[in-house]
């Protein structure tokens, strides 16, 4: 069955660094999307991707965030200066146009 | 907001037993979508059921949707010590973004 990956499953950062986050979304996925999840906390919409262009962006995807899809299969979040506070699991998914939305395992960042 | 809160937060059933959690949500929806978490793994999606559903099976699973309540329930019968995780309602309101609820955590004993 088709899945939606991340890399890497941990990354460890210093405060001010710059992050890629990974996913290949499922291949035949038109809407891509991040999230993140703040342990103990929901999980949170940052951005959704439809057409090579941002479709809808929350609060919390500031000028810090942008995302990228640099080739057919790759979806990527990048964080430019990371905060103490962006220590979270950032999960990437993709939705067919029957509207199941499926997540990828997560990537957990933690900033220092 | 249009997120869906669950209830209960948590829930302690023996196994075999059967588990139901409710979700409540605020705004008109498309669709709405319930996810498994094991404790600091992803989310699996479980079900789909579309506005115009009233009832959905999936194996084990009996999801319900009530849109004049604006009110999901998921019930899983004849639990296991698997089914042990956080489990969550999201809302699809427009171009398939998610809003998530805070999730109800079931611990199935054996």
């Known amino acids: 069955e088709p899945e939606v990956t991340q890399t890497p499953s941990h990354q460890v950062t210093q405060m001010g660094q710059e992050v890629i986050l990974r996913c290949v979304p499922i291949?035949?996925?038109?809407?891509f999307y991040w999230y993140r999840q703040i342990l103990g906390q929901k999980v949170e919409f940052l951005v959704s991707?439809?057409?090579?262009?941002?479709?809808?962006k929350s609060e919390i995807f500031d000028d810090q965030f942008s995302v990228e899809r640099p080739d057919g299969s790759n979806f990527t979040l990048k964080i430019r200066s990371t905060k103490l506070e962006d220590s979270a699991m950032y999960f990437c998914?993709?939705?067919?146009?029957?509207?199941?939305?499926?997540f990828g395992p997560g990537t957990r960042l933690t900033v220092t | 907001s249009q997120q869906g809160e669950e209830d209960p937060q948590a829930l302690s059933i023996q196994e075999g037993e059967n588990a139901t959690m409710n979700c409540s949500y605020k705004?008109?929806?498309?669709?709405l979508q319930w996810y498994r978490q094991n404790s600091g793994r992803g989310l699996v999606h479980l079900i789909l059921?579309?506005?115009?559903?009233r009832e959905k099976h999936s194996g084990r699973l009996r999801v319900t949707l009530d849109t004049s309540k604006k009110s999901s329930s998921l019930l899983i019968t004849a639990s296991r010590a698997a089914d042990t995780a956080s489990y969550f309602c999201?809302?699809?309101?427009?171009?398939?973004?998610?809003?998530f609820g805070a999730g109800t955590t079931v611990t199935v004993r054996a």
């Open positions: 059921i579309r506005s115009n559903e």
């Open positions: 991707f439809y057409n090579n262009e941002i479709s809808e």
């Open positions: 999201a809302t699809d309101a427009s171009d398939y973004k998610l809003s």
């Open positions: 705004t008109s929806i498309n669709n």
């Open positions: 998914a993709s939705t067919g146009l029957a509207g199941e939305q499926y």
């Open positions: 291949s035949n996925h038109l809407y």
